[in-house]
């Protein structure tokens, strides 16, 4: 027979969202960054073209 399982406070979940939310901070920081020096990469390459 199935049985409930026991509520998840708010508490703990307020703390694996967080979690969840600052792993998804750094990820975008890493790719703006990333991009970033694309953009530099790439207009010095221009610059040294011309």
């Known amino acids: ?7 998840t406070s708010k508490s703990r979940k307020n703390i694996r969202k967080q979690c969840w939310k600052n ?3 750094i ?4 790719a703006i960054s ?3 020096s694309a953009l ?5 390459n221009k610059e040294l073209e011309n």
């Open 27 to 30: 990820q975008a920081k890493k």
């Open 34 to 36: 990333q991009a970033k």
């Open 23 to 25: 792993k998804a901070s």
């Open 40 to 44: 530099k990469f790439l207009t010095k």
């Open 1 to 7: 027979m199935a049985v409930p399982k026991k509520r």
